[in-house]
């Protein structure tokens, strides 16, 4: 037996995995990794796979980068961990001073959480705490957008938009008000991205109107709707947004958790709208893809209304228990050091014009009815009928088909749903850029044949970080 056929046999005995429908590994193999270096991730039998997707958005500077190991190495070393109510390090000071200096002004406070859905339940209670803290009970709900995703957690997913996922818990969710995407998939043919994100502008203009007195805070994911199938819209549809919030009275919470760190082509998404959030929640990419962390940034106004006698009961009394872990925040200070002294959001640029061109070709292709693009994230959506832009069955599982022809070519491609991506990390070669769309190129004409039918039972979420 390989080393590889081993190990998964071992894990499958006792492990239960993240968004898998368990049966599916009766066919489909489980890919044990050894190590990782750079883009590459090797099995156990010495197989090595291009990580197109940074392990789920997180790397982006390599699998075992020197400066970061060597960074958390000289941390172990010191303090690997104290609580953080009563007690503080040197690391979460300057980590915290240096993402107040780099975020957009009037963010000056940085709470911190250990992953990315706990720093949206932060950003969310301390939003409907600020206005209970200002005399104002009634403001309780929260605005968000179709097709959004925000998390795994209860408030998290009550925020989020994947339809098939948030039916199954909806007895627990709370209740939201939902405002169409200004998704530019589904722009009006002949219309730019702008004009289209400027007319869907008017749902949300007439929500606020309508509602603002019950309504804590509007939460997006800037420019780019991730786990619901890399769908892109103008940051036009922002700048209207903090207006119309302002004008409002209602708080504007970005979750950056996936476009924050360089992955839109600004260090965080919101500089494209030349806006500031009233709360910026990051994640993912924040310490390189090392370790869990989440910090919530928010503003002097917000903190203000918070600090008090302690008698008056109106602290944030929220923890979790590894806030500002120190191994994390080192993690965390060595993929900053590397942003500024690599020049890292100047250097992508010609990596995303090779992700561009490499793929241009598929804008031909009779079942590719997109190639969309922002900063260092490029999407594929395959549909049946390019004209009608109809979509495949989620039942088909037509992405499944291109991430196993993928992972045969040495390629980690994981589809979401029928949206082929790449967000690779920025240590990727022009060449490597190439590799992986011929890999794309061949994945989906096998995957658009009509032949094509490889149900593996049943999947629940077809759109949400699953290959199917
Ligand atoms: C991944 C993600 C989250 C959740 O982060 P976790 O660390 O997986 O809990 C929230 N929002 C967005 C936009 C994400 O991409």
Request: glycine content about 8%.
């Amino acid at each position: 037996m390989s080393l590889n056929a081993e190990w998964m046999q071992r894990d499958l005995k006792v492990l239960w995995h993240p968004c898998t429908q368990m049966k599916d590994h009766e066919t489909l193999p489980l890919i044990p990794i050894r190590r990782g270096e750079g883009v590459w991730l090797e099995d156990f039998d010495g197989k090595r796979y291009l990580d197109a997707v940074s392990s789920w958005w997180v790397n982006v500077f390599g699998h075992g980068n020197p400066r970061i190991n060597q960074r958390i190495r000289e941390q172990l070393d010191n303090l690997e961990h104290v609580m953080l109510a009563g007690f503080s390090h040197a690391p979460v000071i300057e980590l915290s001073e240096r993402l107040v200096q780099i975020t957009p002004a009037g963010l000056e406070r940085v709470f911190y959480a250990d992953n990315g859905s706990s720093g949206i339940e932060v950003a969310l209670k301390m939003s409907y705490h600020y206005w209970l803290n200002c005399g104002q009970p009634a403001k309780k709900r929260f605005v968000t957008l179709t097709n959004s995703y925000h998390g795994e957690t209860v408030a998290a997913m009550s925020v989020g938009d994947v339809a098939l996922f948030t039916d199954t818990y909806k007895a627990l969710l709370l209740d939201t008000i939902k405002v169409p995407s200004p998704d530019c998939y589904l722009r009006p043919e002949g219309m730019g991205w702008e004009e289209h994100s400027r007319n869907l502008f008017a749902a949300m203009e007439q929500t606020l109107a309508e509602h603002h007195q019950e309504v804590a805070a509007v939460i997006v994911e800037p420019l780019i709707q991730g786990a619901g199938g890399m769908r892109m819209y103008h940051p036009v549809y922002l700048t209207l947004l903090r207006e119309a919030c302002d004008r409002y009275g209602v708080h504007l919470i970005h979750d950056e958790i996936a476009v924050g760190f360089g992955r839109t082509g600004t260090m965080f998404a919101c500089e494209q709208a030349g806006i500031t959030p009233d709360f910026l929640v990051l994640s993912k990419a924040l310490t390189g893809g090392y370790l869990p962390m989440a910090a919530v940034l928010t503003t002097n106004t917000v903190y203000q209304a918070f600090y008090d006698d302690y008698a008056t009961l109106r602290a944030f009394l929220h923890s979790h228990t590894y806030t500002g872990n120190p191994l994390a925040c080192a993690a965390a200070l060595a993929t900053l050091d590397i942003f500024r002294d690599d020049n890292v959001i100047e250097a992508n640029q010609v990596l995303a014009a090779r992700m561009a061109s490499a793929t241009a070709h598929l804008v031909e292709h009779p079942h590719v009815a997109e190639v969309r693009q922002t900063g260092m994230a490029l999407a594929i959506e395959m549909v049946k009928d390019k004209p009608g832009k109809t979509a495949y069955a989620w039942q088909e599982r037509r992405g499944l088909k291109v991430y196993q022809h993928a992972l045969e070519r040495g390629a980690l491609l994981r589809p979401l749903g029928s949206v082929v991506y790449f967000l690779p990390p920025y240590v990727i070669t022009p060449e490597q850029i190439d590799f992986l769309a011929e890999v794309a190129s061949e994945g989906i004409d096998l995957a658009t044949r009509n032949s094509v039918s490889i149900s593996v039972g049943a999947n629940l979420y077809p759109n949400h970080r699953d290959p199917g």
